[in-house]
């Protein structure tokens, strides 16, 4: 037997729906719809365009056509839109990348400190984590219900409301030993009870589709919503001693566990415990990814289609040489990136890149030192063996970044599925049908179906060690 599903995966920079075919050892992937995602600044606050990407997702659909299945939503995490008592939408959703939590982070910490938070949620420090957001939230006492993206996607499509538990996961309202929310911290932060709608499982049905959409009457399914548990669903992994980079907008690096680990060396490290499927944790942490490159684009005015010949450029600079840690606050708002970054060569006394190419070969070499840093770590906080490193999302098709992670690691790097988080949104669904009996035949499918290149340790690692050493210099400082 097999079916036509269509998964609706948001990006921060783009969005697509892509409609796939699956059973009897099929998966078919098509992209009908691929747009931008571009945010507004309205009145100094960064907004995203959710009505935009509404339609966009109501265009795709009708792209997808009949005969389709289910769908599923999935999306980057944190961010929600609030609901009044009529069900409208109260604002605009905020973006994570504005700067309105920077003044309420000590008054979060003086009603809850960070120990007990990271003893309850599990979750690594991110200034815009949803706990923060809420914290600076001017329109909170006309709120009836909170609804991260994807759900608030969900409940304009069908008209029902939920909060799909692997995105639930990043607020930091989540409890990571129940699985529920957490009424401790919930409570310590004077949210109003019943601001967060009933947790729903990935696989769960979440309504029908109304008249209004186009496909009446299609069902949605919850799937891992949350962008990069999707991605984790659909690493193409045959056994157990496998790291993952999931390489988009930001890398998310780390491994798959069983349990989180709530240790004060984990919370210091910053290592996150955010929800999988399946009970499985996602023990990472970010690293500021392809953002740098894209946002140095968007300065230089290059489209993306430019990013191939930047990269090939690249490529033929010799590295590493000038590094930045990714993750220094002066690269987390839009802004002249390649100014900062040679700001923050000079600042550190390295040679300040003069050309794009050198710009870009910093980046790189300094996203592949990140990978290298929080493998490491990640392997020595968890215990768990890495034989291999599997780097999925559209980072897997840039061969120079894949080849890197793989010198800087010491690790061979399987690179692809380029579209894993549509393959885990799809896969979800595939399964709530019966089409695919668990987690590892999803992943066995996606290892035999989808195209992967290989990448092995090609240089010594001294280089790699000398940066390394060099870069905890600096952050140190
Ligand atoms: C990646 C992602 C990541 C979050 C960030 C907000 O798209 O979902 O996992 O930390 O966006």
């Not at 990472?284 to 140095?296: F, Q």
């Not at 690269?331 to 050309?355: K, L």
């Not at 393959?423 to 992967?452: K, V």
Request: some cysteine; proline content about 7%; overall charge negative.
């Amino acid at each position: 037997m097999t079916a036509r599903i269509a998964a609706v995966d948001l990006g921060a920079t783009s969005g697509r729906v892509i409609t796939a075919r699956v059973g009897d050892g099929l998966l078919d992937l098509t992209e009908v719809h691929r747009f931008p995602n571009r945010p507004v600044e309205v009145s100094g606050t960064l907004h995203w365009d959710i009505l935009g990407l509404y339609r966009d997702v109501l265009d795709g659909l009708a792209q997808a056509g009949t005969g389709i299945s289910s769908v599923g939503i999935d999306s980057w995490a944190v961010d929600y839109g609030l609901l009044d008592a009529s069900g409208a939408l109260l604002g605009n959703p905020v973006h994570y990348r504005d700067d309105r939590t920077e003044a309420v982070i000590d008054d979060v910490h003086a009603k809850i400190s960070p120990e007990r938070l990271y003893a309850v949620n599990g979750l690594q420090f991110l200034p815009f984590n949803t706990l923060y957001q809420l914290a600076a939230e001017r329109l909170l006492d006309r709120a009836e219900t909170m609804l991260l993206i994807p759900d608030l996607l969900a409940y304009w499509l069908t008209g029902e409301r939920g909060a799909e538990a692997t995105n639930a996961s990043t607020t930091g309202l989540y409890d990571a030993s129940t699985g529920a929310w957490s009424a401790e911290v919930v409570g310590a932060l004077g949210i109003p009870a019943g601001l967060l709608p009933e947790l729903r499982q990935p696989g769960s049905p979440s309504g029908l589709l109304k008249a209004a959409t186009g496909l009446p009457g299609v069902p949605l399914t919850a799937v891992a919503s949350h962008d990069t548990a999707s991605a984790v669903a659909a690493v193409p992994a045959t056994d157990a001693n496998f790291a993952y980079i999931s390489c988009g907008t930001w890398s998310l690096a780390g491994v798959e566990l069983p349990a989180p680990i709530r240790t004060e060396a984990s919370r210091t490290a910053n290592f996150t415990n955010e929800a999988g499927v399946d009970g499985t944790v996602r023990y990472l942490r970010n690293v500021m990814g392809m953002w740098l490159v894209s946002e140095s684009m968007r300065v230089w005015g290059m489209p993306s289609s430019e990013l191939p010949a930047l990269l090939a450029a690249a490529a033929e600079v010799p590295g590493p040489r000038s590094v930045v840690d990714p993750n220094d606050p002066s690269f987390m708002q839009p802004g002249d990136m390649p100014s900062r970054i040679a700001a923050y060569c000079s600042r550190t006394g390295q040679a300040v890149p003069g050309t794009r190419a050198e710009t870009v070969r910093c980046i790189m070499d300094s996203l592949a030192l990140a990978h290298r840093a929080v493998l490491r770590e990640a392997a020595a906080l968890s215990g768990r063996r890495i034989d291999a490193v599997h780097l999925v999302g559209g980072g897997s098709r840039n061969a120079l970044l894949c080849q890197l992670t793989a010198d800087a690691t010491g690790l061979p790097v399987i690179a692809g599925p380029a579209e894993a988080t549509a393959l885990g949104n799809i896969g979800m669904q595939a399964r709530a049908l019966g089409l695919i009996p668990d987690l590892p035949s999803l992943r066995a499918l996606i290892a035999e179906t989808q195209p992967l290149a290989r990448y092995f340790p090609s240089t010594p690692e001294t280089p790699w060690l000398d940066a390394a050493s060099r870069l905890e210099s600096f952050t140190t400082v």
